[in-house]
C-alpha cells in the first residue's frame, strides 16, 4: 500500500478540539498527516512558532496519535512545504459558508502552483463547527470558560499566558 500523506496547515493559535477533529478525520483518510504550523507574524500569534509547535506534540501524544501524525513548523509557500514532504494532499477546514470564498481562491491558488496537490475540505463535527483559535482566545481573555473547546494542556498553557500578559500590563501601568 503507498503511504498517502496530507499537510494540515494553520497557525494554530492555539489548537481547538476542532483542529484536533479534523486531524482525527483526515487520519482515516490518510496514512500519514503532517500538520503545519506556520510561521505568520502578521496574525500576531499569542504563542511562538515553537511553542505552538510543541503545544500541538504534547496533545498529538496525549491523544495517542502519533504514528499518523507529524508536528512541523514552516514559513513560506503551503505547495512548497508540502512538497517538500511528498504531500499529495492540502486538508482544510470549513465550518461554515463564510469560509469557502477564501477557501475557494486558496485552494485555486494552491492548484495553480501545483497541480499535483489536491485540496481536500473536511467538515468539524457539529459541536465544532463554531470554534475558532481566535474567539477562543477572546473568550479566554474575559475569563470565560472554554475547556470544552480546547484540549487540556492547551487550556493550561493558554491561561498561563493570558494571566502572564495581565501581569506585565499591570507592570507597565
Known sequence: MTK?????PGTFDPLTNGHLDLIQRAGRLCSHIVVGVAANPK????FSLD????????????????????????SG?????????EARILIRGMRAVSDFEFEFQLA??????????????????ESYSFVSSTLVKEVAKLNGD???????SVLSALQARIDELAANERVQR
Open 43 to 46: 496574525k500576531q500569534p499569542l
Open 146 to 152: 472554554i475547556s470544552r473547546f480546547v484540549p487540556t
Open 51 to 74: 511553542e505552538r509547535v510543541e503545544l500541538i506534540r504534547e496533545v498529538i501524544r496525549t491523544n495517542r496519535l502519533n504514528h499518523t501524525v507529524e508536528v512541523i513548523g514552516f
Open 108 to 125: 485555486s491558488m494552491n492548484r495553480s502552483l501545483a497541480p499535483d496537490v489536491e485540496s481536500v475540505f473536511l467538515m468539524p463535527g
Open 4 to 8: 498517502l500523506t496530507a499537510v494540515y
Open 77 to 85: 509557500l503551503l505547495v512548497d512545504f508540502a512538497r517538500e514532504h
